[in-house]
Structures are given as structure tokens and as C-alpha cells.
């Protein structure tokens, strides 16, 4: 697996469904396709890139241009409108923005006449599809003509100004995603030669080295040469950016070859230079390449070889805990695009400035410093040529490192490496490494020669309460297991990884042996990862683990947790909830940041020890105190739950619902001291019938999904032979009204309930639900009615989220529902109202229920 950053949305979404929250006028809207693809979008372009203020701007209510001189109120609705000034008159009207979801044909026929109607002097049509098209008004003694614009001018340039920039006048971009999408669309549609997005893919990234290169070799002073003028010819541009690469190919002849050209047409390099020129990608903060080429090669080409790429912030987040030092060998062995290299570099660069700083070195000083640590200090090995390619070229660019990137399969025997990577790349030889390895239900090793390296590609037996290896050879192997053992062989005693897996080798009873193998080293931290991590991409949960080689255990890990770090599944930007002014607050749901401050605070409590890392220098000096998302665990209490999942683990949520159940006059008691208490007893559901059988019969079968609403939903398509039914059903497991279904296993259904009606008492249960039933006048008045309302309670359902582990991509609470803490009201008299108020309610439903039978009997066989 690679690395990839969270795609930039810019759309806010309101508590009303349906609607979003306008980025410009902050009013609610209606969430149009125009509006979250479109026009949302270019408004904080504008805002972010452009520098114009939201007080020069109107978007709600819409301003109007006047259809004649005569017309008072304008019957031209405008999407954008960007005035000279805040003072918003007709006359200061300066560039008009049409959102609309039309073809370019008449949405340029509608900006025209709008331009024409107005003292706007510039236009722009963007659908959020197409390519945006920039236009000038020019008005002549013969009439109105327009022209089109290789972009529109910032806030206080003018339309000449465009194209004429000095490395200094370059800005950090804010909205690659947004831009990288919007040149793929124009490349699709319009570039001569080729419209394949890998081959789009090459030449886009052969045209950002080219301005990586132009920035980093021209002095803050200097006008750029990657840039296009208003008055540009296409061939003069495409001419200026070839004797770029002409000079990238020169300097970099070991990385691109000789014969490798920029082979889009001049229009189509115009046009993205032109719309590239005012940035600075040196200083972005996200990978430029990585999003350029994700954009670009899409799920499609990606997903069979696992390239799906790591967020930025978590390569950021990963790095600042292994916290690399100058003099310390770094290797990534499934480097990708260079993400977690790249991000190494800035690391340990910053702490040279800090060094250069003290010790008062000068700049000839601090540069040889850095090139140094590019050129001999960072490894990177990468299986796809390609982006092989790519990583090198970016090494070399940013840190002269371009030696340091090899093009080899890492889980291949070494000896079988080509002579240059066997002179520069050695086992137990480096300090650190850091790794997001491929996996993919799909992607598998195979090779007995090559599996024959690895412990952890021989068959493993279970015994006593642990795993023994046997000498059995497995024949395939899914690649992130054997990585785990390669990542430990290339460092050496005491050396530090942090590798990204799947959350299941961290909890299932039937991979425990994996975590065993990782459990014979110091494991010093663990990061919860979000389940949208990968998400629209991969559907993987995964958790960053590190390790410190051969190394005891020691006492303390350090574990991280989070609820969200950016994007949701759809890979959408989410922002924060205000509980109290029910609305969203407009604040990014990152919680990494948040993660960095309380690492960083840590830090800054520590003295400086070279000899150790700071988490064990934590440990040595007692600063372990728990915060919001950074916490310690015992390792014994992890060895003996066997559970490496920080979430697990996470006690200030715990904490925050006990205070929550305090308010609400509550006591939390765990469903395991009832059932001790003989207040509740518990069986399994009966089994799953053959797949014949289904639909068949008029014996309900029950799965996950038939649990909704309180209630039990019969699917008369599933419906069994009364003969399987008695095969598989057992007195001991005969249901009775009152009982209670919780799911504890199936995707996002887990925590669901409902109760068993006199309707339910002879149906089937999948084994994925648990049948809960209450003892009648037990010591804590608890009633079959208040056990639903329990379990269905937002203190048990925010318990579960952390109980709640994935095996592969399958959520299962497993036996952790018996460590759910209820929230029961320390009042009987409350105890008895909730449950009377509640068995009102469901016996009026049970009523509807025998009601709606009764009239399909009398009417005929109805389904219902």
C-alpha cells in the first residue's frame, strides 16, 4: 500500500437534511449538485488561492444583473459575483462565476450575455465537471469581443499581471484535489495524443518536476519560467517548459531517460501551466505527486496491485512518533511515490535547522548538512517501476536523494536484488523504517523459493494459549504478513519501525499468532486509524504499529485514538458537530492535529537524551499522564486481553459517558455483573440454514438485517420448511415473549435490538444474534422493556463503538458485549416509569401487528 491524502472537499453540510451551509454568506442552502460540486468549490478557491474576501464576494442572496437600464431589479441571477470592493455596486461588478450544470457551449453563450449586461470585465464557467474556462471582456468602437484567459488575476493584480511571477510571489495551495481534478477533466477531453490517464498521468508528473525544479532553482527575486502570459502564444509556453525538462533531464540523467519527452500538445501544456503557475508545490503541504497521480490513475488501475495511498497528516502523525534523527539510516520498503521518505526528509531537516540554529552555523553550512542527510541517510524500495520513477525524481528534486530509490520487489531474497541494491540496501543495517505495505483481499505472494525466507509464511498450530510454528510451507501468502517480518529483518538490534496493517492481525483469535511474532519485540506504540482512512478506495481498518527490534517489553505502550481524521467513506470533507447549536461548526473533523499537540506537549516536558527515544525517556521520567487521545496502557493488561486495539483501551471516552450517566441519575453496571447476578441469562442463535432451503416454507429466518426498529422483520423470501426448523432448533434455545436480540456481529449493525414478541417465539436466529432474557422480579427492578431501553441507550451505543473490532472488513464485538457498562437509574420509581411507558408503546405496535395478520387472513394470502 502507498500513500494517499484525504480528497479536498469543500462542501459544509447543515443539520437540515438536504441542505449545506454557503462558504461565502455562511447562510443555509439548498445542497444542489451545482452548488457541493461547483459552485462551493470555486468559492473557497477564490477565497484560499485568490486572496479575495468574502466581503468583495455575494453568492446568497444571489446578485442580479439588469436585463436593461430600465430593469430595477435584475433578472439575472448570478452565482459568483466578485466586486472590486465590499461597497457591492453594479459599477464595481469585476468577474462574474457561472455554476450552472450545462455544457460549456451555453454556459460561455449565457457568461457572454451576462458580461455584456454587466461592468464585469472578466468571466468564469465552471460546472465542477468540466474544465473551467477563464474569459476578458474587451470592449471596441465596433462592440463587445472576448478572449480567453489562461486564468483570472488575483486580488490586486491585474489581467497583465498574469503570468508575470517571481518565486516569491508564488502562494502554498490549498486545493490540489480540487485543481489536479479539474486538469484531468481538460486533459481527458481535450489533450491531443493520448487520453489514458496512466499516460496522462506521466506526462502531468513530468510537468510538475519541471515547475519543482523551476522553483527550486530560481531565487526569490527571479521571474519563474514555468509560467503562461495572457498574451502567451501556446507554443511559446509549450517551447519554455521543454527547456525545463531539457535541464531536469540533464541534472537527473540517472532517473529520466534521455528519450523521455513532454508529448502533450501546446494548448494542453498552456493550460496547465496556466493553471499551476501561481503555486508553490516545493512548500505544499500535501504530496504534490502522490495526489497528482491518484487523481490521475483512479481506483481502477490501482486496487489489484494495493496502491491505495496513505493520508498525509497520518505520514505526519507517523513520523513525528518515530521522530527520526539526522544521523539515523531510514528506509521505506514500499516507498510508493515517496510519501513517508519525503515527509522523513522535512523531518529530519527541520531538526537540523534547530541544530544549525544553536550551534550558529551558516547557510553553506546547513545546506551541505541537508544534502547529506537526502543523499546517504533516506532508502526507499519500490516493486512498480513507475512509481519507482517517480519517487527518485521526487528524492532528487527536494533532497538530492535520488541514489537512495531502488526499483526491486523487497520481499524477494536479497542475492536476487540487482548488484547496485545489494551494495546500498543490507539487512539488519538501519535505524528506522516506516512502511504502509500492499494488501488486498486479492493480492497474494507466491513462490515457494521466496516464501521459504519467512516464519510467518510456515503453517502455524495452536497450542496451550499460544501459536507454535510448524514446518509446514503455506503456498501463498497475503504480501502485509510477510512484510511485517521483512520490516523487522532490515533493521538492526534496537532499530525503530512503524508499519501500517490491518486491524485484524491486532484481535482475531485466528491471526494471534502474527501478533504474537510482533509481541517478541518492544512494541512502544499503537495507532487507532479511523475506519475511513482508505476509505472510498479500500474499505480496510487498520492500525499503525511500532516496534522497537528485539528489545524487552516495556511497561507502558503508548496507545493513540481517534474518532475521525478529515473525510467520511465517501472520502468527503466532515467538519465538527456543535451539540449545542445543533449545527455544524464549520471546523475540519481532523483529530490528528490534536494528537501532534499532546505528543509535542510530552516532548517539551522532556530532557534531551540521545541515547534513547522520547517515549522511552517518558517512561523513565514518569510523564505518562493520560490526555484526550494520547494515553498509556499497561502491557500486561494487553497481554492478558490479547487485544492490541487502542480504542479498547480508551478511557477519557469511558470516563466522559460516566459523568454523562451521573447527570442522568445513573449507575453503570456491566452486562457481565448481571448476568453473575443470575438478573440475565444469555444463549446464541440457532444456526443458518442451507441456502436451498431459504424461501421454501413458512418458518421465519432471522438474520442481522431483521433487526430493525425494535421489532423483528420476517422476509418471507427467507422463510424455511417447518422439518429444517426442527432439525436445528433446541428446547434450550426456544425463544419466549419478552426475550431480547442484540446483534453482535454484521457490518454496521452491531448494538441493534429488538424484542421478542408472542408473533416471534418460532422463528430461526442466525448465530450472529444473542438472545438476552430477564429474570422476572429481580433485586434491580429491571423488566424485559428497560433491558431494550438499555441496550438501545447512547451510553451503551457509544461503549460498543470501542468494543467493536474488525475482522477483515467485518465488524464483531465477539464475547466485549458482556464488558458494556448499562446506564441504570439509581431510582426504582424511574426504572418502573420507563419500563411502563415503553411496554405501552410496544404492545400498541404488537397490537397494529395482529391486526394487519388478521385482515391478510381474512382477504387472502397477502405478503406483508
Known amino acids: ?433 516506516l512502511a504502509n505495505p500492499p494488501f488486498g483481499k486479492d493480492i497474494k505472494v507466491i513462490g515457494i523459493d521466496k516464501l521459504s525466507q519467512y516464519k510467518l509464511a510456515k503453517k502455524w498450530k495452536k497450542e496451550d494459549d499460544g501459536f507454535k510454528i510448524t514446518s509446514n510451507q503455506n503456498t501463498e501468502m497475503p504480501p502485509q504478513i510477510l512484510f511485517i517480518e521483512r520490516c523487522l529483518d532490515f533493521l538492526q538490534e534496537g532499530g525503530r519501525l512503524g508499519i501500517i496493517i490491518p486491524e485484524t492481525y491486532f484481535h482475531a483469535p485466528m491471526a494471534r499468532y502474527v501478533m504474537e511474532f510482533m509481541a517478541k519485540h518492544n512494541i512502544f506504540c499503537l495507532i487507532d486509524l479511523p475506519h475511513n482512512t482508505f476509505r472510498p478506495h479500500n474499505n480496510a481498518k487498520c492500525i499503525a504499529i511500532f516496534i522497537q527490534k528485539n528489545k524487552p517489553q516495556q511497561e507502558k505502550i503508548m496507545m493513540c485514538a481517534m474518532q475521525e481524521m478529515g473525510h467520511d467513506h465517501q472520502g468527503k470533507e466532515i467538519y465538527r458537530w456543535n451539540s449545542i447549536d445543533e449545527e455544524s461548526s464549520g471546523e475540519l473533523w481532523d483529530d490528528i492535529p490534536l494528537i501532534i499537540d499532546e505528543i509535542n506537549h510530552i516532548k517539551a516536558q522532556l530532557p534531551i537524551h540521545k541515547e534513547q527515544h522520547w517515549i522511552q525517556t517518558s517512561l523513565l521520567h514518569n510523564k505518562t499522564l493520560d490526555g484526550k487521545y494520547v494515553f498509556w496502557i499497561e502491557s500486561q493488561e494487553v497481554q492478558r486481553t490479547k487485544v492490541y486495539v487502542p480504542r479498547y483501551y480508551w478511557k477519557k471516552k469511558e470516563e466522559d459517558l460516566g459523568q454523562f450517566a451521573e447527570k442522568e441519575g445513573c449507575e453503570l453496571i456491566s452486562i457481565n455483573d448481571l448476568i453473575t447476578s443470575k438478573i440475565i441469562t444469555y444463549f446464541d442463535g440457532h444456526g443458518s440454514p442451507e441456502s436451498e432451503n431459504k424461501g421454501k416454507g413458512e418458518i421465519p429466518y432471522i438474520r442481522v438485517k431483521d433487526i430493525v426498529n425494535w421489532e423483528i422483520y420476517k422476509d418471507p423470501t427467507s422463510k424455511i420448511p417447518l422439518k429444517v426448523y426442527q432439525e436445528m432448533h433446541k428446547e434450550s434455545k426456544r425463544l419466549q415473549e419478552g426475550d431480547i436480540l442484540y446483534v453482535r456481529r454484521g457490518s454496521y449493525r452491531i448494538g441493534s435490538v429488538a424484542m421478542v414478541s408472542r408473533f416471534d417465539t418460532e422463528v430461526l436466529l442466525t448465530r450472529e444474534i444473542l438472545v438476552l432474557r430477564v429474570k422476572e422480579q429481580n433485586k434491580l427492578g429491571i423488566t424485559p422493556y428497560y433491558l431494550l431501553y438499555l441496550l438501545s441507550h447512547q451510553i451503551t451505543q457509544e461503549q460498543a463503538k470501542n468494543k467493536i473490532l474488525i475482522e477483515t472488513t467485518l465488524p464483531n464485538i465477539a464475547d466485549r458485549w458482556r464488558e458494556l457498562k448499562l446506564p441504570i437509574h439509581k431510582n426504582k420509581e424511574k426504572i418502573k416509569d420507563i419500563s411502563e411507558r415503553i411496554k405501552s408503546a410496544i404492545d400498541a405496535k404488537w397490537s397494529a401487528i395482529e391486526k394487519i395478520q388478521n385482515i391478510a387472513k381474512e382477504l387472502g394470502a397477502l405478503t406483508t
Not at 48 to 75: A, E, H, L, M
Not at 267 to 282: A, D, H, P, R, T
Request: some cysteine; proline content about 3%.
Open 1 to 433: 500500500m502507498k500513500e494517499r491524502h484525504t480528497e479536498e472537499r469543500n462542501t459544509q453540510y447543515s443539520n437540515k437534511d438536504g441542505y449545506i451551509i454557503d462558504f461565502i454568506s455562511g447562510k443555509e442552502i439548498k445542497g444542489t449538485p451545482e452548488e457541493i460540486d461547483a459552485t462551493q468549490p470555486f468559492s473557497k478557491i477564490l477565497i484560499q488561492d485568490y486572496f479575495y474576501t468574502k466581503d468583495q464576494i455575494q453568492t446568497r442572496p444571489q446578485w442580479r444583473v439588469k436585463s436593461s437600464p430600465s430593469d430595477k431589479n435584475g433578472n439575472y441571477p448570478i452565482d459568483i459575483a466578485i466586486f472590486k470592493n465590499d461597497q457591492k455596486k453594479d459599477e464595481d461588478l469585476y468577474i462574474i462565476v457561472e455554476c450552472k450544470k450545462k455544457t460549456q457551449k451555453d454556459g460561455l453563450k449565457q457568461l457572454k450575455d451576462y458580461l455584456k449586461l454587466s461592468s464585469a470585465e472578466l468571466g468564469v464557467w465552471f460546472n465542477g465537471n468540466d474544465t473551467p474556462v477563464y474569459i476578458q471582456k474587451i470592449t471596441k468602437s465596433n462592440g463587445i469581443d472576448f478572449q480567453q484567459i489562461p486564468n483570472i488575476p488575483k486580488r490586486g493584480e491585474r489581467v497583465q499581471d498574469i503570468g508575470n511571477f517571481k518565486r516569491g510571489d508564488l502562494i502554498v495551495p490549498h486545493n490540489l484535489k480540487t485543481i489536479f481534478r479539474i486538469l484531468r477533466s481538460h486533459l481527458a477531453g481535450n489533450a491531443v495524443g493520448t487520453t489514458r490517464d496512466e499516460e496522462l498521468a506521466r506526462q502531468l508528473i513530468n510537468i510538475i518536476f519541471t515547475k519543482l525544479y523551476d522553483e527550486k532553482f530560481k531565487s526569490y527575486e527571479e521571474i519563474v519560467d514555468f509560467r503562461a502570459g495572457v498574451d502567451e502564444e501556446p507554443i511559446i509556453v509549450k517551447k519554455r517548459i521543454d527547456e525545463i525538462f531539457i535541464k531536469v533531464k540533464a541534472k537527473y540523467k540517472d532517473i529520466i531517460e534521455f528519450n523521455e519527452f513532454i508529448t502533450l500538445d501546446a494548448n494542453s501544456i498552456y493550460y496547465v501551466v496556466g493553471q499551476l503557475q501561481n503555486y508553490c508545490l516545493v512548500d505544499a503541504q500535501r504530496d504534490v505527486i502522490a495526489d497528482a497521480f491518484e487523481t490521475f490513475i483512479g481506483y481502477a488501475l490501482k486496487g489489484p496491485q494495493g496502491q491505495f495511498f496513505t493520508p498525509r497528516n497520518i505520514v505526519t502523525l507517523m513520523v513525528e512518533i518515530l521522530d527520526q534523527t539526522p544521523d539515523e539510516m531510514i528506509i521505506d520498503p514500499a516507498c510508493g511515490s515517496g510519501g513517508f521518505i519525503v515527509e522523513s526528509l522535512r523531518h529530519i531537516w527541520k531538526a537540523l535547522d534547530e541544530q544549525g540554529n544553536k550551534l550558529n552555523w551558516g547557510n553553506l553550512a546547513l545546506n551541505e548538512e541537508k544534502q547529506k542527510a537526502g543523499m546517504s541517510k533516506i532508502y526507499g524500495i519500490e516493486k512498480d517501476s513507475f512509481l519507482s520513477k517517480v519517487a527518485k525524481a521526487y528524492m532528487a528534486i527536494l533532497g538530492d536523494g535520488k541514489g537512495g530509490i531502488f526499483c526491486e520487489d523487497s520481499l524477494e531474497k536479497p542475492e536476487n536484488w540487482a548488484r547496485n541494491t545489494q551494495q546500498s540496501i543490507r539487512l539488519n543495517s538501519f535505524d528506522c523504517l
